[in-house]
């Protein structure tokens, strides 16, 4: 008999009939998940999470009777273990951050493949925190002209956004630091550098413990702030 395996379960709310579809059928075609809600508004979702958890819980950002980011707040206040991500065509900073201020820990983009949407699901699930390269990149542009215009001393480099000591990063670290910064998923970082997706998982959260963030937008904002980042 073969052995049970557990399966990740899933929500989304998406009120595009076209997304709508894709999202289902890339979560069917993975068989470490497990699709429990498919909802098109989010007073369907909302009502659904009152009384159901799941573990990764998929927004639109432009749902027709409630914004998406209230979803989001208010299922990480129902479920604080939820991992959420959101999956848009508002592809600019501001929704971005407001996005991770309400909770969330991964942003993609709709115009993303299909194929690759199981994937960071997964990866969400494992810790990480998926996001757009197109909009990393974006960030990590504002974030160096805003590094240029401000006084070279700032932020010492030994203290972090708190103003206490900070354990410095590793060698291997701050090379994963930069890959990720890059764009890089971690299994094209754990490639690169010859080892395991789950090291590069695990020098990731060593990361964020030592610069006292909760995700990669906040890790690559404190990095850059404290001359980390090349």
Not at 65 to 92: K, N, Y
Not at 223 to 230: D, Q, S, T, Y
């Amino acid at each position: 008999m073969a052995p049970l395996v557990h399966r990740s379960s899933i929500a989304f709310v998406e009120d595009d009939p076209t997304t709508h579809a894709r999202i289902a059928r890339a979560i069917a075609a993975d068989d470490s998940l497990r699709l429990d809600m498919a909802a098109s508004t989010a007073q369907e979702i909302i009502d659904f999470l009152s009384s159901n958890s799941v573990d990764v819980l998929l927004v639109d950002l432009g749902l027709p009777d409630l914004p998406g980011l209230e979803v989001i707040r208010r299922s990480r206040a129902m479920w604080p273990c939820c991992a959420v991500m959101v999956l848009t065509m508002f592809g600019d900073e501001t929704n971005m951050v407001q996005a991770f201020e309400a909770g969330a820990t991964g942003y993609l983009l709709k115009d993303g493949a299909e194929a690759d949407l199981a994937k960071h699901v997964r990866e969400l699930r494992a810790g990480g925190s998926p996001i757009a390269p197109a909009i990393a990149r974006q960030l990590l542009l504002r974030w160096q002209a805003d590094s240029r215009k401000s006084a070279p001393a700032a932020a010492p480099i030994q203290k972090g956004s708190s103003g206490s000591l900070m354990e410095p990063l590793s060698t291997k670290e701050l090379e994963v630091l930069d890959l990720t910064a890059r764009g890089f998923t971690y299994q094209e970082v754990a490639s690169r550098m010859q080892i395991a997706v789950s090291t590069v998982q695990s020098h990731v959260r060593n990361i964020y413990g030592k610069l006292d963030v909760h995700n990669k937008a906040e890790a690559l904002y404190e990095a850059r702030n404290l001359g980390l980042l090349r």
